[in-house]
């Protein structure tokens, strides 16, 4: 256990089944965990709010206050309360509600002692790993890094250099650098600190476009020019007459197009396709690539003369892997952002999860931190980031022990078998009772109707119908196909039995 945790544990049991909170009760004090109990879900928010436990095992059904609803509760009360949930229906809909308000898990019944037991391991680290950065502080302030470039190391400073060195002249830049490095985000510091700021900045990724249409993307065309130009249409470099256009993925564009930016180049001037009419413009191009432009320029891919007029500045973005000491500001810089936004409630990270962010080598780079921030920040349980929210791929990469989120699943109830080692009577389980469990589990005319209501519903066919016919195939099946010894077990005339059998298709 962590050290965050310097008292005995203690942990609430939440149920309306005495022998539940018991049976569950003895299994947590077998660990020396100090237990305490609630008989219902008003009970139980009411002991949260006086000595929040470490944990709380929270039954879903119970009379009065549903489980679900006591969760809500709960956690308005404590946004970090670690609540693992109980239920013996585990279907798709429970496992949803649960997470999306916030458990940390739930468990089917009947349970299984070293299932529980490890469960509330797993649970208890969590909140003692919450407590540790209870003083946590950013590293950044989001405000101080509005165009989202983030970063002190040496080598991300020596790119702010050169950014600033070039905003004051149109000369032509290129950036180079892996996927996901955030070219972009350079291009439009370029634009915003020059003089050009006021006027267009215009993005076009030229591995999105195909090559038969990139030419009237870029420059135009004239109504006609080919089938489907029914009218004229202005290009990128015209509509950013002025402006900077951001030429991104330029190693994939094609020779003939090549030909036409290093005229642009050259001479500031485009044609449209179609058209004769030669147009004067005046837009500064950055262009961008994760290929070795000097490589193709040796395979005759890459026009040798573009790419000294594009070569004139460039600026190299580092991998991620080569700036590790970044990764906490931009880990800080992305659950700012995303508080801002609404999107997640994760505000801090513990330590433990920073290592492994660090740790990492991040082959997608900036990009693929940003995505697995987001969706770690998304799953959290609450306002901190554990190593259980981030991918189980990245923890295994780094060797770290990771336990994931849970996946939604539907799981059907567990059997009782002489070697298990369950504990809890499964009293919301319908079924026929074995003998070892007919005594101590009696079966509600009231829970069998709720189980079936919540199996029946949003089936094929209305719920009275389903229900019918299996009720008509069970009668029959039980008194041989006999019409008039089912008919008097259902309690109508066999013509209405007879009837009912060929609409519903029982005739077999």
């Not at 209870?134 to 020596?158: A, F, H, L, T």
Request: charged share 25%.
């Amino acid at each position: 256990m962590s050290e965050a945790l310097t008292k005995t544990p203690t942990i609430l049991i939440i149920d309306d089944d005495q022998e539940i909170r018991y049976s569950l009760g003895r299994v947590l004090s077998s660990r020396a965990y100090q237990v305490s109990e609630a008989a219902s879900g008003e009970q139980g928010i009411e002991a949260v709010k006086k000595s929040p436990p470490d944990l709380v095992f929270l039954d879903i059904r119970m009379g009065g206050m549903s489980g679900i609803e006591a969760l809500q509760h709960i956690r308005s009360v404590n946004p970090k309360q670690m609540v693992i949930l109980m239920t013996a229906f585990g279907t798709a809909q429970t496992a949803i509600e649960a997470m999306k308000y916030g458990a940390f898990d739930y468990v089917m019944k009947p349970f299984d002692a070293e299932k529980v037991l490890s469960l509330a391991e797993k649970a208890l680290k969590a909140t003692a790993d919450m407590r540790a950065v209870r003083d946590y502080k950013p590293s950044i302030n989001i405000e101080d890094y509005r165009e989202g470039m983030v970063g002190s190391s040496e080598v991300m400073q020596d790119v702010f250099k050169v950014i600033g060195q070039v905003t004051a002249s149109d000369v032509t830049v290129m950036i180079t650098g892996e996927s996901g490095t955030g070219k972009e985000l350079v291009a439009r510091s370029i634009w915003k600190h020059s003089h050009r700021a006021a006027k267009p900045f215009i993005a076009v990724n030229c591995a999105a476009i195909p090559d038969n249409l990139i030419e009237s993307e870029l420059f135009g065309h004239e109504k006609g020019a080919f089938t489907g130009a029914v009218g004229q249409r202005l290009g990128k470099f015209e509509l950013c007459d002025g402006g900077t256009i951001f030429l991104d993925e330029i190693g994939d564009m094609a020779l003939a197009t090549q030909t036409k930016i290093l005229r642009v180049l050259q001479q500031g001037e485009i044609q449209r396709v179609g058209g004769s009419e030669t147009l004067k413009v005046d837009v500064r191009i950055i262009a961008a690539t994760n290929k070795d432009l000097e490589a193709m320029v040796k395979e005759k891919t890459f026009r040798e003369d573009l790419y000294y007029r594009l070569n004139v500045v460039r600026i190299r973005m580092p991998a991620l892997r080569d700036r590790g000491d970044d990764i906490p500001q931009l880990v800080d810089f992305c659950l700012q952002y995303l508080v801002q936004q609404k999107k997640a409630r994760a505000t801090k990270v513990a330590p433990e999860a920073m290592a492994v962010l660090t740790r990492y080598r991040w082959p997608g780079n900036v990009r693929e931190l940003e995505n697995v921030v987001y969706r770690s920040a998304v799953i959290a349980q609450g306002d901190t980031l554990l190593v259980r929210d981030l991918p189980v791929e990245i923890c295994a990469a780094v060797g770290a022990d990771s336990t994931p989120v849970p996946e939604p699943t539907v799981e059907a109830p567990r059997a009782r078998t002489a070697e298990s080692t369950l504990v809890g009577r499964p009293r919301e389980v319908i079924g026929q009772p074995s003998a070892a469990t007919s005594s101590e589990a009696p079966l509600t005319l009231e829970r069998a109707l709720d189980y079936i209501h919540e199996q029946l519903s949003g089936g094929p066919d209305p719920i009275l119908t389903r229900l019918e016919q299996e009720m008509i195939r069970r009668v029959m099946k039980a008194e041989g196909g006999n019409l008039l010894k089912a008919s008097e077990k259902l309690g109508i005339t066999r013509a209405t039995l007879r009837k009912r059998v060929d609409e519903l298709g029982l005739r077999s």
